[in-house]
């Protein structure tokens, strides 16, 4: 009998140490638990490009219906790259009104394939179409040339080192994008597309051509 009173103090004891030791063991599985809860997940943001909205003039522009005639109608026909954007230049009347805004577009004179322009240092190229309060404002579909390709450019003195596209989007055509031109669908556009679109006007067509035959003569 007295060996199995003794006996139960014993169990009770095992018993006491397995309980603690399991609620110790649920305890830390809790708090890890509720570590892993309030640990701070990564967040993965995308920066999305600027958009603008899309504004467009319309002018009485030269139209040149062939590219014979924008080719016997330029004097300088050149290949250049853009160093830099010389911000906007105004058009004013004779009273000093502005009527007009452009961009004024510094360009290296990559090589000349028509006609006398200096090379030596850029030149700044007249471009109708301006960014201005997270608007474009496009002349007849204009978009301005990006910073990262050559163009074959059609050009006419305006001044002195300053220079104007004959017939706006008719002499301006990026020489790395050789596919035709897609429509442009909305009303908005984004640096991302800026940078590929070379023409968001309604002569798709016109404009196609006119690349296609001006590549043919003084790029390929």
Known sequence: ???R?????????????VI?????????E???SESKATAVQPVNKTIQPKEYKIATNEAKL??????????????IVVIGHVV??????????????VIDQLSQTSIKIDEVLKGEIPTDNPVTVMESAVIKDDVLVTLEGYVKM???DQYLLFLRKTGDNTYAINGTFQGKFNIEQTKPEEPFQGFTINEEQLDKVEYIGDDLEHFN????????????
């Open 1 to 3: 009998m007295k060996l």
């Open 5 to 17: 009173i003794a006996i139960i103090p014993v169990l009770a004891v095992a018993m006491g140490v």
């Open 20 to 28: 603690y030791a399991g609620s110790t063991t649920l305890g830390q």
């Open 30 to 32: 809790k708090i890890s």
């Open 62 to 75: 030269i139209y040149y219906k062939d590219f014979n005639l924008l080719d016997s109608g330029t004097e």
């Open 84 to 97: 830099n954007d010389n911000g906007l230049y105004d058009v004013k009347t004779d009273d000093g009104v």
């Open 146 to 148: 990006n910073d990262q």
């Open 209 to 220: 051509t006119l690349k296609e035959e001006a590549l043919n003569k003084y790029v390929k």
